[in-house]
């Protein structure tokens, strides 16, 4: 989809319900929806996260969205999948500021020429406890990705199409934090295979973009 065309829609984006739990439980596997409705205790203790779904023009004038692989360490989210973004830190005013300031410091895309269009729901993530607040923003501009090297592996851009086509969905055997092989639906993108809480936010953007496109 070329981006002009693109803006045009997402312009209306405000307006929309999120649709939250409808879209979260379609990428978890039945179990986890039982304990996603039992976690309102732990959120309350939770630490904070903010993340950001940038779009963007590439060179051709298509929508792209950006992810990234994160660098394998030790830690429950080595080398997943995820959005640019990161816990509050005492220099964040707000939850919009982490997710700008972390895309920045992650990608290397200046905050100013980044527009936030929705705050979407939040998700919980149990193995870390962080509970992490999204945002869809867009950059006008084509970005210059300059990758943060001892956090991030690699940078992914998505084709909004790609994304949007249902063949990007599959069910996908993975080995959870709990060292339990589960299948969990998943978001197949560039070859990657993306689940857990970044599928669940990817998912209501999707069923929200579906509504405008």
Not at 158 to 171: N, T
Request: glycine fraction near 4%; aromatic fraction near 10%.
């Amino acid at each position: 989809m070329k981006f002009e065309e693109f803006l045009k829609s997402v312009s209306k984006i405000k307006n929309i319900p999120l649709p939250a739990e409808a879209s979260h439980f379609k990428m978890v596997p039945e179990f986890r929806q039982e304990l996603l409705k039992e976690q309102e205790k732990a959120i309350k203790k939770a630490k904070q996260a903010g993340v950001l779904a940038l779009f963007y023009p590439d060179k051709f004038e298509n929508t792209k969205f950006v992810l990234i692989l994160r660098n394998t360490y030790k830690g429950v989210h080595s080398a997943q999948i995820a959005f640019p973004g990161g816990k509050l830190e005492n220099q964040d005013a707000t939850l919009q500021d982490t997710a700008l300031r972390e895309t920045f410091e992650e990608v290397g895309v200046q905050t100013e020429t980044v527009q936030i269009v929705k705050k979407i729901s939040q998700v919980y993530i149990p193995p870390s406890n962080f509970y992490v607040q999204p945002f869809i923003g867009i950059t006008e501009n084509t970005p210059q990705f300059i990758k943060q090297d001892d956090e991030v592996e690699a940078v992914i851009e998505v084709d909004l199409e790609h994304f949007l086509d249902e063949r990007s969905l599959i069910l996908k055997k993975v080995k959870t934090s709990y060292s339990v092989e589960v299948e969990v639906p998943a978001f197949k993108l560039n070859d990657y295979i993306v689940w857990g809480a970044t599928a669940m936010m990817l998912s209501e953007i999707k069923d929200l973009l579906k509504q405008l496109l």
